[in-house]
């Protein structure tokens, strides 16, 4: 069953230069207690996708121009990109049933506020708890999360936990009123790979726990592979491949997908070598008029520089954006 159906969605910024085209129509699904990892180099438009379903976007200069964002919840569908962002409904949704974790913990924590006031400010908000009870509650999510004493590190600071620490902290934040959809933007970017790792395993640990679904934000393959079921791949605010995550690792058919796949380091492969992706991203003010990849692949043709391939399926399940597949 689907959690959420995002459907032709565009979101786009108004600028002083021209118009970026951050999303520009795209549709995928994330089926409830399934994790959906999204992949692309910065700059395709993942994140804003994601700050899109959570009504985050700034306005202005962002805009959602089209597209529905389908939420299915209690036998019910509500369409997000129809609320009010500042509104009361909207709140209700937003930290309690769809939670976000973000890249970089240290500029999403408040640092004048202890680590506890900052989870317990949610659970009061959503959960109707005293403050009392919610302090209880904070405790029991960072002894949930892995994070040591944690009847002391609820009156700490920010400043006064690892990076490690901090990322379990905002895990635990976004966790506290057990969402139903859990949004994480590159949440290891910044950890080591030991801690990346135990990081992983938690979140994967939480979702059956809570039975939430994941939406994975990451520009790294590896990552995708452990946490995924379905894989979304974009590039340049589009879909450009989208299947389960063993069909897509083990048969990527889009240039840009193989392209990602042979920059990945391989103990088994006997190349020592590896084969980067040419070029650049493309201006976002200047995008080709054709397939966005065009400039970068090594397959183009001429129709590739002139008109934009649709989402097609070229195999049970799995679909690609490009030209080769026509």
């Known amino acids: 069953m689907p959690l959420i159906e995002v459907r032709g969605l565009k979101t786009y910024f108004y ?24 992949v692309g180099e910065s700059g395709c ?21 089209d597209g529905e964002i389908l939420f299915h919840r209690d036998g019910k569908v509500m369409d997000l990109t129809k609320l009010n962002p500042k509104g009361r409904e909207m709140r209700s949704i937003r930290g309690n049933e769809i939670a976000m974790i973000f890249q970089e913990p240290m500029t999403s924590l408040n640092p ?7 989870i317990m400010e949610a659970i009061i908000l959503h959960q109707n708890l005293n403050k009392k009870d919610a302090k209880i509650k904070a405790i029991e999510m960072l002894r949930a999360v892995g994070i040591p004493l944690p009847e002391q590190r609820v009156d700490e600071y920010p400043h006064q936990l690892s990076g490690g620490m901090r990322q379990r902290a905002m895990i ?30 938690l979140m994967n640990a939480l979702r059956e726990e809570f ?14 592979a452990g946490m995924a079921d379905d894989v979304v791949v974009m590039y340049l605010g589009r879909i450009v491949e989208a299947s389960n995550v063993r069909e897509v690792f083990h048969n990527p058919k889009h240039p840009y997908t193989q392209g990602l796949m042979n920059s990945i380091p391989s103990l088994a492969a006997e190349k020592q070598r590896l084969e980067p ?32 391939p649709d989402l097609k ?8 954006a490009c030209w080769l597949y026509e």
């Open 112 to 118: 004048v506020y202890t680590i506890g006031n900052q």
């Open 211 to 224: 039975h939430a679904s994941i939406q994975f934000i990451t520009h790294d393959l590896g990552v995708i």
């Open 277 to 308: 992706i040419k070029g650049v991203v493309p201006d976002p003010f200047e995008v080709p008029a054709g397939c966005g990849f065009e400039p970068r692949c090594p397959h183009a043709m001429e129709i590739c520089k002139t008109k934009m």
């Open 45 to 65: 438009g993942k994140s804003v996708t994601a700050l899109s379903i959570m009504g985050l976007v700034q306005i202005p200069p962002g805009k959602i121009e």
């Open 172 to 201: 635990a934040m976004a966790m506290s009123c057990n969402p139903s959809l859990l949004i994480a933007d590159e949440p290891t970017t910044a950890l080591d790979v030991t801690i990346q790792a135990q990081v992983l395993e």
């Open 15 to 38: 600028t002083e230069d021209g118009i970026v085209r951050a999303v520009d129509g795209v549709d995928y699904v994330i089926e409830q207690e399934k994790t959906l990892g999204v």
């Open 313 to 320: 399926e070229v195999a049970p399940g799995h679909t690609t």
